[in-house]
Structure formats: C-alpha cells, structure tokens
C-alpha cells in the first residue's frame, strides 16, 4: 500500500467532502492494485464510523472522545498515547486495549475512562494511522521447526513468524538480523517477516552504521524509476533556461562552505552604493525548477523529507546526480537560483528587498579555514592553526575584499539580530582522543550541518567555525526575509516554529543554577522572553560551569518544527514568522517554499482586477501593506493549500527520525570506544542527579554515564531533590550538579549505550544545614500515572 490510513485522513480537512477520483488523485493512486487497496480501505474506515459516505462522496466523522496520538510504551507491556498538543493529557492505555499496535505507532484512540489528578484519561485503539516499524533488529530464533524473530527494542512486544528459505533462515539462527515486516498481526494471527540481511552474532559485531540504517529503516539506494527520472534531466544549464531570469553572471560572487560538503546550495555577494548602504546577495540553487511537484523525484523526495547525515555519509533526499551538480553550486558555472537581495543601512536595518529567480555563476569556492584565514592573514600563529601558510592565501587575493566586506556587514546583522533578543549556545564540537579507532569528530554534529539553525532552533557558536557563523547571519536574514514576503503576500507557506519554554522547566533552571552560585531572573516573573535566554548565556560565559549550564538550557528548548501560519520562533527572537528557504536540495520544506515563490513569479496577480490600473512588484517589499487581493488564483491557492497542509506534520516527525538516527549513531561509536576503555578512569562532571543515582559526564569525550547509587559504597546516601543532590548520612560527602568527579568505567551495555560509572574521587562536602532529612525525597512511584509503580523511566530500571 503505497499510502499509510493517516495520509488519507489528511485530505479531509474541515468538512471537506470528496469522491473517490479525487481521493485516488491525491494519494496518487494510479495502478489497479492501489485502487482496490484505496477502496478497502475506505470501506473499512466507513464501517467504524471514521468516514461517512452520502451521495458518491465521502466525509470525515466528527467523534467525541476520540482523539489523535503516538503510542509511546514500556518493555513492561503498558503504553501511552502522546497527543500532538503538548497541553493535552496523555491517554494511558493497557496491553489489552492496544488492538496490535506497536510503540511508535500514530493511532486514534478513544477515551473509555476520564483522567483526575493522580491518574491519565485511560482509553483503547480505535484505528492504527500509521505503522511506525516497517522493519525491526531483531534476534532470530527456531521452536518447533517455525522460525521467529525476537526484536531486540523491549518495548515492541511481539514475535515475528519469519518466512524465507530453510537454509537461509537456519543460517540465520542466534544471529541479529534486519526483519521486514511483510504484514502486520490480524486478529490472532502474529506478524510475519522476512530476513533482509544477517548483521553479525550480536549488536557488538554488527556494524554500527548498519545498525542505524536498518533500526530507522533508513533507504540506501533510490528506486529504477527515481534514478531515471534524474537522469534524463539536462547536465547543464541551457539558454532557454534562462529566460525570464534576472542575470548576475556579472557580479563577483563567493560561496562558503565545509571541508566536508557534498552539495553546496547557497552563494553571496556584497557591495556598497553611492549612499553607502550594503547590498547584500544571498543566492539559493534553485531545485524546485528541475523537480515539479508530484513528480516521481518529488514523491521520493517527500517521503523522504531531508537528508540524514551519518558520520561522514549522507542519506541524501534527491539523488546525487541531481543534488552535486546542477543544483550545487560550483565554481566557474552557470547556475539557475533564487536570489534575495536586500539593501541594509549602515546599522544592519534591511531598507528594502527583492526575491528573484536568477542565473549566477561563482567566481570564489572557499572552505571555511580559507574564509578565516583571509580574515587573519596578517597573523601567522593563527593562521598556524586553521593549518594555512601566508602563501596559502595568496592564490585567494582577488577574494580578500570580498569576504572582508561580508565579514564587515555580517557582524552588522548579528548586531541587529542580538538587539532584538536573539541568543547563542556555546557548545563543543565532538572529538575522541587520538587512539580512537574512528574519531568522533567526523560524526559531526546535526547542529552543523547547515548554515542556518538547523535543528536545535538555536544559534550554535563553536571557536573553530568563526567563518561559518559569518555565512550563517546572511542565510538566517534570507530566511526571514523570504517569510516575511510570503505573509504580506498572503499566500499558502511553511514557517518554522520554536515555541517558548515552559515557566517550570524555566524555574527547575532557575534553581539548579542558584546551587551553582548563579541568580539568573527573569525581566517578568510570569513570563519568559529570548532576552532572558540571552541573558543568561552572557551569565554563563563568566561562570567555570559554562558546559553544565548550557546542558541544561538546552534542555529547557521545546522542539522546532513546521506549520501553516507564521508565529513564534523562540531561538531567533521573531515573533512574525520565519521559514526555511537556504537547503531546498537537503530539506523538503526549503524545496516547497520555492515553489511557492515559482508559483508566485509565474501566476502571482499584481493587481486586484483587470480593470484597475495600480499594479505591484510581487518580487520586490514595496508592496507590503498594498495587497487586499489573492495574489494566487484560487485553483493555485487551494491546491497548495490543502497540500501544506497535509506535510507539516509528517515532515516534522521525518526531521525528528533523522535526528534520532543521526544522534544514535553517535552514540554508539561513544559506546563502542567506552566498551574498549573499561576499567579505564576518566575526569568528568556531574550532569544529573536522580534518586537512583547521578549522571557524568567525561568532560575530554562529551559522553555521559550514570553512577548508580547503589555503587556508592561508603555511605548511605539520601537524594534532595530541591538541591539535586545525593548527599551522605556519616561521612557528609555530597554530590551535586556541577560537582566534578573521577569516575571509573564499569560496564558498557553497547546497543543501548548505556554507561555504567564507578566513583573514585571527586565530590564535594556538605554543610551542617544538608545533614537533615528535611528534603529527602526518593523516586518510590507515589506519584506515577494510574498509582501504576511500573511507570519508572528505563534509566531507573
């Protein structure tokens, strides 16, 4: 079935009514077998009173008590249903009412008892939306001549029964395995599956990148049909091309970007004009000219939804032949793009702005060490250590000017960013040691990987990407430029979105900090603005505890994500909207959000009927606050519409999946070189403190473990949970948040990286006013949902 039931439920919007040609249109049903699929389907969804049916056209059913979520369950059998609304109540629901859903499914679950104070709303599986486990890891076993596979997740609680050849599935036997599920459980019948690939004896000899991709059921290649469709594309920009393009061949134009980047998709220039104003030019490749929408590369590219970068591989979203050569900028080529070119006064103000389609060609490629070391040529011990030479630059002359001015108005802008509130993280870059067998560093971060804020929502700064934070200012005032230009145009869009922290979490921050002798307070007790957060990172930066104050900022962030209508974003202190434009060959949401611009060149209505003779310059911001028309026709309007609609959400969870990738397999090289490392002792820093035991950690690794509590040996230690602290009864040792501490490794459980630390020095002592029992508190499970004593977090366990 090549749609998924939430997919579907996604075209009825607001009453919306629809026959089944149009339903097939949408879902791209276009084979007999997805037809008849579609109509099962719909039939079923009529039969439980999800749709209704009346006169050839179907309806979605409005039902009280019911409502929308993501399983989220336990290895101990018992789930929730996490709603979308982060106010709304999670939906407790037993392993009886679960109806073969799986942990991580999108269900719809109807309420069957109401929540109160100390016990969650219990409800049951209605329809299972979506499955979240097209394929497992899982162990693979024989009883009674049937093979099965036991996925290794404790929390999918189900055996699959394997089909396949007899000797490839007695080969397979005690080994871990990636298991496709060929269908899902019905009724008493369990699931089946089949062996895609044997990964080796257990999860320690299997490849740790094979892991990830099959754990996330991540593509490895692109379909026959997807790879035909990139290859009959032209292999050059062609005069046709061209037209209608404004022509910037002329300008002198630069790109700057990392040793390591495989597809370049943003290009500046600058300079100033006769009233010494800046005019700046941020240059986006422009994908959505070569890919039409529902297309077969654009379906791919949908479901998809971004790259994932894994060490130094990158799942791409469209295929390479497309992504590294007509859409990359290269030096010394024609290039089609879109351009937003702003005019900014002396102070970094934007005057003034125009969006167009353009073709440019890039005189200057330079990789972010050169960019720097243009910038401090005249100082060799600097130079010495981004690894250049003064007669390394000298070959890079004729781009000196450049790339100073950019670096000129780029602290300009950043000014005028920090001024509205905007704030920056200062946080390390990963690197392993020198007998690391593959150093982490070339696991880079997701947080570097694009120029913009990427997926945290905030402003990473790092002392060795100085050049890049440079490129980062323009790519982040193109972003909101172009959402700014797509609300006062009042057409359909995506904006990015990153909601304000919760005062509690803010408060929890608050207090942990005064314990580490920093008062940080908010402008207004109730209320929690970016200003604060810029605030308290400058409070920081003068503090030894810089590192563990900014963990836990981080951790006080909501999630960025994609909607319909511009509003907050936290992160970069905008309170208009803003979008992402600046990746369209890495990111789907970039890649519609010049569709919308196309659509806008190519049918966007400058005057509000054909009798009137004022008209606007729909590319250019003189005509915000003119529009009180629908700049799009109304067939353009509705059918972008109805379609953003329909993405924001899947588009969120696949960024959320490929960060989850992204950051597991991270995890599992920290693991594997731990494991290789134990007994070894290490210096580190107390992170988190729980009744159970507290977190470290090793401060030269940037990798985290836990000390149980049961370990701690000379005393029996009490958990203050106001002072997030474990302090000893007799001995008065204590430790703390912020404590630093000598730990030893203990154990390593590889698969779920999981750490286990041994204290051998460190800690702080407690004052007489701690030896009480006054705020002892202890995680006992008094206050767990349901009164249910299993509802502890894995890490307690």
Known sequence: MNFSIASLLANFTDDKTLTLKAIQKKLHCDTDDNIRELQIALDALERIKVLEKEKGKYRRV????????????????????????????????????????????????RVTKEGSRRRSPEGEVK???????????????????????????????????????????????????????VRYPLAQDPPHGRVAQVLGSDAEDSSDIDIVYCKYDLPRTFSD?????????????????????????????????GTQAKVIDDALTVE????????????????????????????????????V??????????????????????????????????????????????????????????????????????DEEELAKLGLKAKDLKKLEPAY???????????????????????????????????????????????????????????VVSSSLTARMMVTEFILLANQLVASHLKALGVPAIYRLHRTPTTSDVQELMKLAENMDINLELAEEESIYP??????????????????????LLSTFKPAFYGIHPDLHFGLALTDGYTHFSAPTRRYPDL????????????????????????????????????????????????????????????????????????????????????????????????????????VEIEELLVEGLVHVSSLKDDWYEYRSRQQKLVGRKNRRQFRLGDRVEVQVKSVDYYRQQIDLVVVGGGSEASEDDITDEDYSIDNGEDLPNGDEEHVSDESE
């Open 62 to 109: 409005s039902e009280d008590g019911v409502v929308e979520g993501k399983l989220r369950c336990s290895s101990k059998g018992f789930c929730f249903a996490i709603q979308d609304d982060e106010a709304a109540d999670d939906i407790y629901i037993r392993e009886s009412q679960l109806n073969t859903a799986w942990n991580g499914d999108r269900v719809l679950v």
């Open 127 to 181: 329809v299972i939306l979506e499955r979240a486990n097209a394929s497992v890891l899982a162990r693979i076993k024989q009883e009674n001549k049937a093979y099965q596979a036991v996925p290794l997740d404790d929390r999918l609680l189900f055996e699959l029964s394997l089909e396949g050849e007899e000797k490839t599935l007695a080969e397979a036997i005690d080994k871990l395995a990636h298991v496709e599920v």
């Open 225 to 257: 049909d997807v790879m035909a469709a990139a290859q009959s594309l032209p292999n050059r920009v062609r005069k046709a091309d061209t037209k209608g393009r404004l022509d910037l061949r002329d300008q002198i134009t630069v790109t700057i970007h």
């Open 272 to 307: 100033r004009d006769e009233d010494d104003n800046w005019k700046l030019g941020v240059h986006i490749v422009d994908v959505a000219h070569y890919v039409p929408i529902h297309s077969q590369l654009d379906r791919e590219a949908l479901k998809r939804g971004t790259a």
């Open 309 to 378: 970068y894994l060490g130094n591989e990158m799942i791409p979203m469209l295929p390479t032949s497309i992504s590294t050569s007509l859409c990359s900028f290269v030096q010394g080529k024609d290039r089609l793009a879109i351009s937003v070119i702003a005019t900014l006064n002396s102070d970094g103000e934007v005057l003034e702005f125009e969006i167009q389609p353009s073709v440019i060609s890039v005189d200057h490629a330079l990789v972010y060490q050169q960019a720097q070391g243009i910038l401090v040529r005249d």
């Open 401 to 459: 000017d450049l790339v100073e001015r950019l670096n000129e108005l780029s602290q300009i802008v950043r000014q005028q960013r920090m001024k509205r509130g905007s704030f920056e993280l200062n946080l390390p870059e990963h690197e392993f040691p020198d007998d690391a067998k593959e150093p982490l560093a070339s696991y880079a971060s997701p947080k570097f990987q694009y120029d913009d804020e990427g997926l945290l929502g905030v402003i």
């Open 531 to 552: 200003m604060d957060y810029q605030r308290f990172t400058k409070q920081f930066a003068e503090s030894p505890s810089e590192k563990i104050l900014t963990y836990l």
């Open 592 to 695: 519609m959000v010049q569709r919308i611009l196309h659509a806008v060149f190519k049918d966007g209505r400058d005057r509000r009927s054909t009798r009137s003779k004022d008209r606007v310059n729909l590319r250019h911001s003189n005509c915000h606050g003119s529009i009180n028309w629908n700049v799009l026709p109304p067939d353009i309007n509705n059918e972008l519409e109805d379609y953003i609609k329909r993405i924001v959400g899947p588009l969120s969870e696949r960024e959320q999946l490929a960060q989850d990738a992204e950051t597991d397999l991270e995890g599992l090289k920290k693991a594997e070189f731990m494991r290789d490392h134990t007994g070894a002792v290490f210096h580190g820093l107390i992170t988190g403190v729980q009744s159970y035991g507290f977190f």
